[in-house]
């Protein structure tokens, strides 16, 4: 689908790409972060059951 | 059953486990919906041209970075009189995704303003205050960063949550006060005369319904990060003591 944007198409469509680059790089990090702390607290979990055998 | 009960952490990772994937749902679909209805299927304004096809993103943005702060807030008033960590963490959570709503705000707003104001940026009430905003939201990620004891950096940066909010509310409420700037007034309001047509309107409510869910998806994925790296700080201070 084309859409013609005018002279401002350089404006909208800058916008649009830094905007959801953000919301990218926020949403990424989050997750990035949520799985590496599960597979942390997973592997400290495990040595603490070893240690209490 | 009282509120206070999603306080405890593991209440807290057990409900939000089971609400997540929905909200997070929500947030993909109202936000793909929403964008792709405002980017596609809506005219040009008739003097913005194609520019208003940036309201989509800059309005809910502006609503999310004043709206985070005000979240962040209240956990930070719940962490200085009830001390629940709980809130605390979600408060911390939440700044990152309200830093980025707000660089959002600011660059969408600086794009826009370029060919419809003739310049990038002005020193506008709104714009100067949402400016500070910002500075305020690195400084509370910095300040959390800086502190060791996480009691004492979740009380500082409370305090200067506190201090941030006046920014928060004047971003807000800028335009109003003053009544100068280059700034409109509100885009969505209770007066009819003021808000943007409903061609605009609906696209941009699904976008706001679709940043909000965005918003509370980051924040409770962040905050169960946070309480995992407590928990995981608890058992490794364990091993080194034991």
């Known amino acids: ?53 | 059953m009282s509120i206070w009960e999603y306080a405890n952490p593991k209440k807290f990772m057990a409900t939000t486990d089971a609400v997540l994937p929905w909200v997070t749902g929500l947030a993909a679909l109202a936000l793909v919906t929403g964008l792709v209805w405002g980017f596609f299927f809506t005219p040009d304004d008739f003097r913005q041209g194609s520019t208003v096809k940036i309201i989509y993103l800059h309005v809910p943005a502006a609503l999310m970075a004043i709206n985070a702060w005000a979240m962040m807030l209240v956990a930070s008033l719940i962490w200085l009189i009830r001390r629940h960590h709980v809130s605390a963490l979600a408060a911390k959570a939440a700044a990152p995704v309200g830093v980025t709503m707000t660089l959002i705000a600011l660059f969408t707003g600086a794009i826009w303003g370029q060919p419809m104001w003739g310049t990038w940026w002005a020193w506008d009430p709104r714009l100067t205050s949402f400016l500070i905003l910002f500075l305020f939201y690195l400084g509370y990620i910095a300040l959390w960063e800086a502190v060791d004891s996480p009691d004492t950096a979740a009380d500082l940066t409370s305090v200067l949550c506190i201090v941030g909010s006046v920014f928060a509310f004047l971003s807000r409420y800028a335009v109003n006060f003053w009544n100068q700037g280059l700034h409109q007034g509100a885009s969505l309001s209770m007066d009819a005369e003021e808000n943007v047509a409903d061609v605009f309107y609906l696209p941009l409510l699904v976008c706001i319904a679709g940043f909000v869910a965005l918003f509370v998806a980051l924040v409770l994925i962040r905050t169960r990060t946070e309480i995992r790296l407590r928990r995981l700080h608890a058992i490794e201070l364990r091993e080194r003591l034991g």
């Open chain 1, 1 to 53: 689908m084309m859409l013609d944007l005018g002279k401002y198409a350089g404006t909208v469509l800058s916008a649009y790409g830094v905007s959801l680059a953000l919301l990218a790089v926020i949403a990424l990090a989050s997750w990035r972060g949520a799985v590496r702390s599960r597979a942390r607290l997973a592997e400290a979990e495990a040595r603490k059951a070893a240690r209490n055998g």
